[in-house]
């Protein structure tokens, strides 16, 4: 079943303190790797997401352009910190604090990249889930996607800018 097609259903999913999701993927997005936590709370098994875009856990409520900014960083050879509201395969949903770092070559090369998510406090999810929806109704204003991400993307470059900080450090800030 194509994750877009899934109704969401409301329900929030939970992972302990200590627990850490873990992927991998190959460079272009496409999962490699997920460790038992990643398989419990997203609720797919390993064969439903080795080979798949790590997309396949995309939220409609997560900013096509705050993904947009991690591609751009991650690319660069830069890790990223992001708060991320993935879907479960049934259509749930669960909040991490990612870390999003690339998996060199001995040349210098990206040959994958690895996440770690962890739980993030509920203060911070309420604060960037306020944002996130606001750059979600800017990106869904125009019909063209391309032009709503570029909307979004330079409402969030805006707001940085104005708090003067990089992404990163705006989301320690939460």
């Known amino acids: 079943m194509k994750q877009e097609n899934l109704h969401l259903t409301g329900v929030e999913r939970h992972f302990d303190d200590d627990e850490i999701i873990v992927s991998k993927t190959d460079p272009k997005g496409r ?3 997920a460790n038992d936590v990643f398989l419990r709370i997203s609720g797919y098994s390993e064969n439903q997401l080795l080979g798949q875009p ?3 856990i995309r939220h ?3 900013p096509r352009c705050v993904f947009a900014l991690m591609w751009d ?3 660069k050879g830069r890790e990223i910190f992001a708060y991320v509201i993935n879907r479960a395969a049934n259509g749930d949903h669960y909040w991490v604090l990612a870390n999003v770092t690339p998996t060199l070559n001995a040349d210098g090369t990206i040959r994958g990249y690895h996440s770690n998510r962890r739980k993030p406090r509920r203060e911070a999810i309420t604060a960037v889930s306020a944002l ?3 750059l979600c109704q800017e990106e869904a204003a125009v019909q063209n ?3 709503g991400m570029a909307l979004g993307t330079a409402s969030l470059t805006g707001l ?3 708090q003067g900080v990089d992404y990163d450090q705006f989301v320690f800030t939460l």
């Open 73 to 75: 960083t991650i690319i």
């Open 31 to 33: 999962i490699t790797y």
């Open 160 to 162: 940085l800018s104005t």
């Open 60 to 62: 409609p409520h997560m």
């Open 145 to 147: 996607r391309r032009d």
């Open 132 to 134: 996130y929806a606001q």
């Open 54 to 56: 790590h997309s396949i």
